[in-house]
């Protein structure tokens, strides 16, 4: 295949992220890691829920004492909201409407830089309450888990960004439309896992 | 770079030479790089279990310290199940499996390389534990409460050795899953790949989903030792029991990953070796699929003993006993495989001919211990050690050696001696009975595993001494072979494309070894068994070209892999010796920034590999004939 | 192999096809999207609101596992064709997730 | 084969597996001569589920060989083309089939004794008066010792286990550093002690010790727990019940028996003056000392649980512990002098409970 194999939106393939042989295998090979990543979480989620409000005796951290909605919410809600925005960028992905898509995208790594910065505010402000990640069971458990998604959303957002960057100028090609369609499935993933981390930590930390 | 791949390589000094195997994709030398790294640890695992016999060959003895010996079992279990027996696998599928399927290459050449390196240097890391402060001493389960009580930075080698290695395994069943996804030649359906091929596929995905809960846990362990985690501390809140979870879940999944392909290999040596294709070939995919799940349901029966309640235990303990049904679905088949077949008794049948009952002797006392309240009495004794011996040696090992005699033609053009390797089954074989038998009735009469030593007199003593010499037994058989494999290496004697003459699968339809595009044209199946049907029809080339010959393409070989793997293993000092010494931080960032800047050049050169041309290829083919 | 990608032209009425199709597809989104917010809405607010745990962790747990299916399904088009593969092995991971946390909130004890 | 079997052979078989078995391994030390009820239970599925096992193993050899003897390629000819088949359902059928019978026969006993060997809800119960019904320990297992508590007699004893037999006892189970694990081979399965919280379990001591080899059942630690894992032992005195009572009552007439600093004997007087910090000399009090109690010493079998009980062994242990059980917690007394350490050992001889 050559690279600067010019297309038209005419004649842009239905299935670009998995027009090639390369394509293909990105394709099976990135939602198998998805599948891995699961059980990683998976390990993470169960560890937290036994450890969760684990703490040594005197301290008095817990769930219910700690956690604040409002902003969880609007982080959730940034998330959310760039899952959508990623949803568009691939739809244009598709349209071969190259600038929308890298401006779709560079909504969306906004959107994600705004929720990762909440979230280091989050965890400065639990620090300077005194929470440390060494403090306890519980809060190793808790850093680790909101700190591993947070780290997955970071990894995301350097990635996104040499995405953007390195086909500036290139446009989109069958090489590279596979790299954006895998990176709009991790994406979406990391929503997957906030999903389930808004529910079980905050909301059902809340709750009791 | 190295669009070169294809010149031969005895025509390059040795500076060239070094270089292509450092940067090499090509999954049959990655092969071989597994078969070399894999067996130098098996070597290094088997003085292990060498100096433990020696240790435990008479009553209070001093040959090592108590700690010494700690080590030694520690490192011996790591070594031998991460380091030895799950990279000689990997080797076979390497070198085999595109082969099987009728691809040109993996998936992932380069994810492929990488998963080698970072086992490689995973290795090369937990294996300087020796020679840098201490070797990881608290077994290779590593429970927590001793492993963060443990003192020295072994338990730091071992999580973060096995960090680098696991992420190298991971890598690698995910590349395995997608080249037999995706890269099967037309024809091959999944109902006519070879049974090696599919306990590849099995035991990767396997892998994909045991190796991320062991990543999490050494990431629990490392955070704890190093960073001020509270994850086992039950002062701060912690649980230990969470470790056992973990560890397990990952545990017994793994050793399915181990015995899966074997229980492939051998699935080929019976066909080949009995002239008849498999008996109940749906039926073996079957079980090997249902052996796969149920290996995710059962791993609290290493954990009877903790106290997860009566209820638990009952759970886990028929969830256990039901993997016996079609692990004997396998056996019976391979029996009535060889049932009204014709049996050469070449040195690889013989090890499958040694397999069946060393195996099943393993397997029934597993479903022994599966009983919860006799594993009361089994656990943590001698018998355990005898059972997983028995699975594992008399299972994976015995595999691993048949592969090498049935696969070395394929992989490097020559024969090893028959007359050799039946020497080297049957020191091995026979020190092999010898070394683990005895050990059941050991753990019977009350001797715990992991005893640095014992008391005399405890009626431990003979058998005790008997397991030992059959350790010398195991080790002269391991030595034969050797010098088998440097004869053969000599003489060079060369052979065809189907040395064994009654091959089956595709493999044996090519040049022994393979051109470094393996098939000239894509090749189209028409059945299980493809080159044999081929045969039968008379077909000359071996098999049925399903495209017309035209240019190939074929991938760049690649430093960055190994880089990027070094940059892991250098990150790994630094994480270790970041409290007590200035130089740990940076080196830490140093190595990860290495890693990442490599991984990010890889991604940012677009690499889109070059063509091999027709004319090339017609050359290589005449050459080969 | 790669280099035996083939260029199709378009007739206009496939480009049609497709442009609408592709439109429909999106307004979909546009709705599972509305009805993921609505969802997360719910949840807040079932937790504001002050109800008893063992009838609001249910129901958020509940409507978190819907959301997720929509997002697999919709957004990351699991629903489509060609996603069989990736969804057995969704599909085990899941099983496997819910395995282990089963057992980290039933057997993990003090 | 199963034809051959008739029905009274199979506990014939049994029988006679049995008593192979038993003559395996030391009395005192064998899980294959058990020696109380649990033990027991558990060697009758060993038996039970040997018996199937090799059943099977017996089956897989017979068809083994005679697939080997019968189509060797030597006999066969080398042109010999077998014919392919591609399976078949009816025996597929029986081999999915006979042994899921096989297991389900295993299964039922192990699911029933499961949940019998777990049932520990006699444990709490209490008569009217509010005693306990039955005589629970707690076991304290350490960086290489054991420490034994009798809550309802407000004794304690390490090293050496004291039960009496034809009685159920139970164990709270408990480790206060690292992980162990509690195990008396011939009178049952073993249960761990974990750091995290405290495992139940019992069981059952028909034989009286005192005909034993050493007058005493071994136990051993069968979990890693560092160094001196391997010498983790300890030993198990059953008596019965009067027995029993005598010794309970002898341990708490130990009760204000504290070595003292100016006593007479010089072993004492220098007992207390380096040793009382860690080691009790009284056996009336709880678990949580840094040493053994050593109410019971003169009475014991061992010295540090596996060295042989005389003097000299006690004199080189008090100087250098490390060189006996490496990574243990006492430190070494190499400054006290000859004739101290001689008077301490003789101290320690003399403390007992038992006539
Ligand atoms: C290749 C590795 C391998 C394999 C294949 C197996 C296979 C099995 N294992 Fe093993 N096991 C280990 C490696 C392996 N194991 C290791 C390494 C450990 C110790 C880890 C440690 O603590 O360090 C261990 C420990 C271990 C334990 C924990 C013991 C303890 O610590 O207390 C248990 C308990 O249930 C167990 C059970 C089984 C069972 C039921 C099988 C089954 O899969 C076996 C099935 C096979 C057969 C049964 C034979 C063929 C069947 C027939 C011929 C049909 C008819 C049979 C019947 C009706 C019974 N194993
Ligand atoms: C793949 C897994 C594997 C393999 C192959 C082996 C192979 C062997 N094992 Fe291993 N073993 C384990 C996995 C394995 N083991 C595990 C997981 C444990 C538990 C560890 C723990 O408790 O944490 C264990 C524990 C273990 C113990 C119990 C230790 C204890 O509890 O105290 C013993 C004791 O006998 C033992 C012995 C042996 C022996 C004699 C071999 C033999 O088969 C080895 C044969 C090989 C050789 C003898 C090498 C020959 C080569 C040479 C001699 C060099 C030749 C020189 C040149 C080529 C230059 N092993
Ligand atoms: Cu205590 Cu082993
Ligand atoms: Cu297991």
Redesign the interface.
Known sequence: ?DLN?K?????W???PE?????AKNKF?GF??F???E??L???L???Y??LRN?VPSGNDFSTQTLFE?PLV?VM??LL?TS??TS??AM?HM??YNFKAMQVWLAITGFLGLGFLGFEVYEFHHYISLGFTYGNSAFSSAFYTLVGTHGLHVAIGLVWLSLLILRNARRGLN?YNATKYYTFS?YW??I??VW??I???VY??G??? | MTTAANTVAQKKGFGATLWDWLTTVDHKKIGILYLIGGGFFFVLGGIEALMIRLQLLVPNNDFVSAGFFNELITMHGTTMIFLAAMPLLFGFMNAIVPLQIGARDVAFPFINSLGFWMFFFGGLFLNLSWFIDAAPDAGWTSYASLSLASTGHGIDFYAIGLQIAGGGTLMAGINFLVTI?NMRAPGMTYMRMPLFTWTTFVAS?LI??AFP?LTVGLFFLTFDRMFGGNFFDVDYGG?T??WE?IFW?FGHPEVYILVLPSFGIFSEIFTIFSRKRLFGYSAMVFATVLIG?LG??VW?HHMFTVG??PT?NAIFAVATMAIAVPTGVKIFNWLLTMWGGSIRVTTPMLYALGFIPSFVMGGVTGVQQGAAPLDYQLHDSYFIVAHFHYVIVGGVVLAILAATHLYWPKMFGTMLSEKLGKVTFWFFFIGFHMTFFLQHFLGLMGMPRRVWTYNADQGWDLFNMISSAGALLMAIGVIVMVINIIMTTAKNERVGNDPWEDGRTLEWAIPSPPPFYNFAQTPLVRGLDTYWIEKQDGNKKGYIPAEPLS???MPHGSFIPFVMSLGLFIAGFGAMFRVEHSWGLPVLIAGLVLTFLSMSLRSVKDDLGF?VTKEEILRTERGSK | ???D?E????T?AE?NY??RN?DR??RG??MM?AL??FM?LI??TA??AGFS?LF??PV??L??AV??GL??YY??HMKEE??G??AM??Y???L??????L???????? | MMKGLKKWRFPAMLAALALVLSGCGENYLSTLRPAGEVGREQFNLLILTSLIMLLVILVVVVIYVAALVKFRRSRLGEDHMPQDVEGSHKLEFIWTAIPIVLLLIIAIPTVYYTYKLGDVSAMEKADEEGNPEHLVVDVTAKLYWWEFEYPEYGIVTAQELVVPTDEKVYFNLKAADVKHSFWIPAIGGKMDTNV??LNKFYLVFDEESKDLKDGVFYGKCAELCGPSHALMDFKVKTMNRDDFDGWVAAMKDTENQVADKDSSDAGEAAFAQSCIGCHATSAVGSTGAAGPNMATFGDRNRVAGYLDHNKENIVNWVQDPQKYKPGNLMPAFDSLSDEDLDAIADYLLGLKVEE
């Open positions: 295949m194999t297309f038209t939106p005419k004649s393939p239905d299935h998995t027009a090639t042989m390369e099976v939602w198998l998805l599948g891995g699961t059980i979480f998976a390990t989620f169960a560890t829920l036994a684990s909605l919410f959730t809600m959310l899952s959508l949803v568009y739809y598709k349209n069958l499935l979406h993933f929503d997957v999903v389930f808004f529910t079980v909301l059902m809340v709750v009791g | 996804i995905a994909l989903f809960p649980n029991i969470i979870h879940i799940f995710f349901m609290a997860l309640g638990a240019d190939i393409h063509y | 192999m790669a280099h990608i260029i199709i032209e378009k206009p480009y497709k442009k592709a597809a999106m989104q546009l999207f993921m917010i997360t949840s807040f937790v504001q745990p609001v962790i958020i747990l409507l978190a959301q997720v997002q697999l957004f990351m060609g996603h593969l990736p092995f969704m085990t991971g899941v496997i997730a819910f395995l282990t946390v057992t980290f909130v039933t057997i993990v004890w003090w | 995290d919280n």
